[in-house]
């Protein structure tokens, strides 16, 4: 059956169902159909179109997500279509009153009110609804919008991030941008920096600037450096905004006609012909007036030439880089010019970051970009920091009218130029899909080499396709070398696929044996969409020289580069950075068992806000495994709080005397508080807590919404409506997709408990308990789940498993490893099972969180009591986990288990409710001596009922080896550490905690 390996028999029982399935419906079931299907954008999602079906069952619809309807036409060309119809730029402006809107959506909590030093503004503090603006138009022709606002703190909810709305007109989406439309923040790092102990500065927090921003409506991903336009005619149009996140404040509305950027040659012909007496003025790049992110940040760089220098200690000296990389993203510099005058702009730049990739900004002086070449200004690949002359492409330097007085320079990370290529690469992409899926469906997953094909009867029509795909790479390799500058890998990688292409053509009837090879260039081509989205550049001074004056030299010669190279090599060995010190009673010592860049900006912020505070010093150590600190502890050597610790680690050191029990602070339970019990709940012993929980994983149902939809699938609330979709699936040689090694799901979903409430036996023998792993065997056994799938992910993205429940680290992979599938896939609360009264049980655990704990043995644990509390507080957990985000990268997305932290994370807000409604269903693993038999055995026991065909065990059976097994091994570490005398008599018990409600601490939260 497709994609069921051959060792994966399937089951009489399995058999029947799937016959009684065919048989049950009076129609055929679905196939996929090639090539990339058209979304309605009228059509129901599948969470709409699963409503009535739910209700019948007795359950609720689940929320589900699916990104924005990416078959909405991309802006670039919406708008060539406008202009080869004859839209011309409209010729009216038109101001509405923040106030003056017309109508709103009843759960949009809006009011007209004085704020922000003006009255009469139209303030909107929650993320749900939308309002609407009526405008009159009497000359119909593109128009560009502009909003003047601010943004607003809201109650129970400081999402710091930009304000993000989709606008429509008359009820229409004109084209994909318009789904996702950005309102950013302005935002200042706080200087003076300060410095450690070592004499490094420590990177400096950044702070919102209390103002008003008057703002074009641009794209989200800032891909172009001109505002959005919209086509309008004459008549009365509606406006409507929806806000998706953030609250904010609207002062003004501002239709105008698009503001059309002249040559410079234009532009240069119309300046005064004296050039004045100006002076040179130098900025030091990283001393910026405002960014519009906070990812944006200073960095430290040795080269010789910039300033401050930073050959001996961290010094901030310039601004970038890699946190300068996305598209949109702004840094603005404010300066004097002492007379009126030409002036030429130049800087010291680095554009190292991706071999022979050009980066791009849109440069703009008081606001407007000048002249039309500097739309789209480009900064070649370089090997080093270089000096950059803003030139035109005869190296002849451009020049600039500045007034005498104040002004201002604003560069902005864009990718328009590439926009085109990712277009081309979106398609080629898509169809590769299409390729591998037909050859999928053809082979039925099933590589037989003793198979003879003849393709053009097969398949006809494949070599067709693969020869236009062919083409394609030829004319996309062509556009990337001209848009570059150079040829790069993108171009070269875009050659040689050409040729594996090729090659395939050449023994076509081979290529049923070459899926993989055919997916390995498709994966290729889907991840430059990310690589030309990013424009990296580093900057470390700007020179605005009169025009009849040299700039000064900006580059390093090759004498001073190697004096600061070895300079650096040297002071590498100053062993600032040692461990010796760490176990300075002066200084709290911290083990962290993570990354080194999750260590660093931990010692960042302590020695930002904690030491000032507290007037504690913390040293942060990184360690590899959590072996590290039982060595430590057995050798008298352990740190004051390890953080980051696997779930069972604490519990394993509390046994020993090792760890200690936060309970017993006056304080602990408005921080236990935070958090949901069920999470709680491996840390428990002895009537107490022993850590804290520092990050939460929650399992969602992950699953393909254009494969859904093609299917005439909808999205399962139910397990029951898993079975039903199953049928589907399997003609399709899909499947859905269960860790086999996930039994607690279902067997807390069907009320059952791992343990006796004492603590001291196996709970799986109650009814519940194997119902439970009845169920669990039954998805494999009877409905035909995979036993085994080497990675989901990679499966999810070509399609063989299309709908799934899996971890955060899935929503990770996709986020960032699948740009292809933006708009594909979606996500809502796992399969849950019906109660007698209605309600739906969607328990999960096991979900691999960590958290964090205090020695039982430091000396110093008031202090180290003090820091837990900061640590795990909100701010702290949100400042933290959004620094580590801007500064690395979407792959370091902080999953804080503090869910008032965990909000203010730049989620979607579709995500974010989600997540948020099945955080409240989260039970993880309880702790008890001699618990990983448990899981040993139920395993052991899915073996024998599922894979073991020669033994194949009843799972009744299977289940009571197991108990029997476990109980064994639970009574032998319990006479181990004494709660059971050589009698059998319990001295003690453990009494854990029993969670039969959800948690409700996190439905405040949901929008």
């Known amino acids: 059956m497709g994609r069921i390996k051959a060792k994966h028999k399937l089951s009489k029982k399995y058999w029947a169902f799937f016959l009684s399935a065919l048989l049950a419906g009076s129609t055929a ?141 008359d009820g229409n989406f004109p084209y994909l941008e318009s789904r996702n439309i950005s309102f950013v923040r302005h935002w200042k790092d706080v200087l003076p920096t300060k410095t450690d102990q070592f004499g490094d500065q420590i990177r400096p927090g950044s702070t919102q600037l209390d103002e008003w921003i008057d703002q074009p409506f641009k794209d989200q991903q800032g891909a172009y450096a001109s505002p959005l336009t919209w086509n309008l005619s004459k008549g009365t149009h509606t406006i409507r905004m929806t806000i998706a996140r953030g609250g904010i404040a609207i002062d003004a509305l501002h239709l105008t006609p698009p503001n059309q950027v002249k040559a410079y040659a234009q532009v240069a012909a119309a300046y005064p012909k004296d050039s004045g007496q100006g002076q040179a003025v130098t900025m030091e790049a990283e001393n910026l007036t405002w960014k519009d992110d906070q990812a944006i940040q200073m960095q430290s760089d040795v080269d010789p030439y910039n300033t401050p220098a930073a050959t001996n200690n961290i010094v901030f000296n310039t601004v970038g880089g890699s946190s300068w990389s996305k598209g949109g993203r702004s840094i603005s510099w404010s300066f004097d010019v002492a007379a009126d005058g030409r002036y030429q702009l130049g800087m010291r730049a680095l554009q190292r970051f991706t ?59 864009i990718y328009e130029p590439f926009v085109p290529l990712l277009e081309q690469l979106d398609t080629v992409g898509a169809e590769l899909r299409s390729v591998v899926a037909d050859l999928q469906a053809l082979t039925g997953g099933q590589t037989d080499p003793y198979r003879t094909w003849n393709i053009d009867k097969d398949l006809p029509g494949l070599t067709d396709r693969l020869s236009t795909i062919r083409d394609q790479l030829k004319t996309m390799e062509t556009m990337m070398v001209q848009t570059n500058g150079k040829r790069d890998d993108i171009a070269q990688s875009f050659l040689a696929d050409q040729q594996d292409i090729q090659n395939l053509l050449n023994n076509k009837n081979d290529i049923p044996f070459r899926i993989d090879h055919i997916s390995t260039i498709q994966s290729g081509v889907d991840g430059y969409l990310t690589s030309l989205k990013q424009s990296p550049l580093q900057l470390d001074k700007i020179y605005i020289v009169p025009a009849n004056q040299s700039f000064p030299t900006m580059q390093a010669n090759w004498f001073q580069e190697v004096r600061s190279t070895a300079m650096s090599f040297f002071n590498s060995f100053s062993g600032r950075y040692s461990l010796i010190n760490q176990n300075n009673p002066k200084v709290l010592n911290i083990w962290m068992q993570r990354g080194r860049d999750y260590a660093n900006e931990l010692q960042a912020l302590a020695d930002q806000r904690f030491t000032p505070q507290t007037g504690i010093k913390v040293k942060v150590n990184v360690i590899q495994n959590s072996q590290q600190i039982i060595l430590a502890n057995a050798a008298g050597n352990q740190p004051d709080l390890a953080l980051g610790v696997t779930s069972e680690q604490p519990f394993d050191l509390a046994l020993r005397g090792a760890g200690l029990d936060l309970s017993k602070f006056p304080d602990s339970k408005q921080l236990f508080d935070q958090y949901a019990p069920g999470a709680m709940l491996p840390y428990f012993f002895d009537h107490g807590y022993y850590a804290i929980p520092e990050t939460q994983s929650f399992k969602v149902l992950y699953y393909r919404t254009d494969i859904m939809k093609r299917l005439g699938l909808s999205v399962p609330n139910t397990w029951q409506d898993v079975y039903d979709i199953l049928p589907t699936l399997l003609q399709n040689n899909m499947n859905f997709y269960q860790d086999p090694a996930d039994w607690s799901m279902l067997v807390y979903q069907n009320g059952g408990e791992l343990y006796s409430k004492d603590g001291m036996k196996s709970g799986l023998d109650s009814p519940q308990g194997f119902n439970g792993f009845q169920q669990w065997t039954d998805l494999f056994n009877i409905y035909g789940m995979q036993q085994k799938v080497p990675n989901f992910f990679n499966d999810f993205r070509q399609g063989f498993l299309p709908i799934g429940v899996t971890d955060f680290n899935m929503y990770l992979q996709l986020k960032v490893a699948a740009p292809e599938l933006n708009g594909e896939w979606g996500m809502a609360p796992i399969p849950g099972m019906i109660q007698p009264d209605g309600s739906i049980s969607r328990w999960s ?158 439905d405040k939260y949901v929008r």
Do not use: C
């Not at 079931?29 to 990339?36: M, N, V």
């Not at 954008?41 to 924005?68: C, N, R, W, Y």
């Not at 789209?376 to 090997?383: H, K, S, V």
């Open 845 to 1002: 655990g096991a979900s691999a969180s960590t958290a964090d704990m205090i020695m039982a043995k430091s000396s110093k644990i008031d202090q180290s009591w003090q820091f837990l509390k900061w640590w795990e507080s909100s701010d702290i957990q949100a400042q933290f986990g959004n620094d580590l985000e801007q500064y690395n990268g979407e792959t370091f997305r902080w999953n804080t288990a503090n869910v008032s932290a965990f909000v203010q994370m730049p989620w979607e807000r579709s995500e974010l409710n989600v997540i948020l409604q099945q955080w409240k269903w989260i039970k993880e693993l309880p702790n008890v001596p001699g618990s990983y038999m448990t899981g040993r055995e139920m395993l052991n026991a899915w073996n024998r009922s599922v894979v073991d065909d020669k033994n194949l065990k009843n799972p009744r059976e299977s289940l009571e080896t197991a108990i029997m097994n476990i109980n064994q091994e639970l009574l032998r570490k319990q006479e181990e550490f004494h709660y059971v005398d050589q009698n059998g008599n319990y001295s003690k018990t453990l009494d854990l905690p029993v969670i039969t409600q959800p948690w409700t601490g996190g």
């Open 29 to 169: 079931l679905p196939t996929i159909h090639t090539g990339r299907v058209q979304a309605d954008q009228a059509a129901a999602t599948p969470a709409q179109a699963a409503a009535p079906q739910l209700a019948a069952a007795g359950g609720s619809t689940p929320t589900a997500i699916g990104a924005v309807d990416t078959q909405l036409p991309l802006y670039v060309d919406v708008l060539k279509g406008w202009r080869t119809a004859g839209a011309k730029d409209g010729t009216q402006s038109v101001t509405l009153a923040g106030a003056d809107f017309s109508a709103q959506s009843t759960d949009a909590k809006t009011s007209v009110t004085s704020f922000g030093g003006k009255n009469n503004v139209l303030q909107w503090d929650s993320e749900n609804g939308w309002i609407e603006y009526l405008v009159q138009i009497d000359q119909p022709g593109l128009y560009q919008l502009d909003m003047n606002y601010k943004s607003v703190d809201m109650a129970n909810n400081p999402y710091s991030g930009p304000i993000l709305m989709d606008i429509s007109v």
């Open 355 to 413: 071999t022979n990739l050009s980066s791009f900004r849109s440069i703009a002086v008081d606001g407007k970009v000048p002249f039309q070449e500097l739309l789209n200004y480009r900064f070649p690949y370089d090997t080093g920091w270089t000096g950059m002359i803003l030139s035109d492409s005869n190296n002849k330097p451009f020049e600039f009218y500045l007034t005498k007085g104040h002004h201002t320079l604003t560069m902005t990370s």
